[in-house]
Nanobody
Framework: QVQPVESGGGLVQPGGSLRLSCAAS?????MGWYRQAPGKERAMVAR???????NYADSVKGRFTISRDNAKNTVYLQMNSLKPEDTAVYYC?????????WGQGTQVTVSS
């Protein structure tokens, strides 16, 4: 069974950068990053499909980049120009023939 494992969260000042990583192996045709802030629903941040097609939430376009290293079975989320409103728990997921598998989440806090 596919089990995504996230890493790379932490505390960063506004305007700073972080890179999240998500390792997952198996029969995967898409992977994505979602986030959930306190009191809010989990929302899509970015997704990447087989072939490299990507899509992003409007709130992160131009600041975040999702990429995939197939040799390492790893997906990255490069986050630049971070804002306090980006603070959330970030979850990685993988879409497989058996359904969507979620990671445990990693906290990202943007604060001065």
């Amino acid at each position: 069974q596919v089990q995504p494992v996230e890493s790379g969260g932490g505390l960063v000042q506004p305007g700073g950068s972080l890179r999240l990583s998500c390792a997952a192996s198996g029969s995967i045709y898409a992977m994505g990053w979602y986030r959930q802030a306190p009191g809010k629903e989990r929302a899509m941040v970015a997704r990447i499909f087989i072939g490299g097609v990507t899509n992003y939430a409007d709130s992160v376009k131009g600041r975040f980049t999702i990429s995939r290293d197939n040799a390492k079975n790893t997906v990255y989320l490069q986050m630049n120009s971070l804002k306090p409103e980006d603070t959330a728990v970030y979850y990685c997921n993988a879409d497989t023939p058996l359904g969507r598998a979620w990671g445990q989440g990693t906290q990202v806090t943007v604060s001065s």
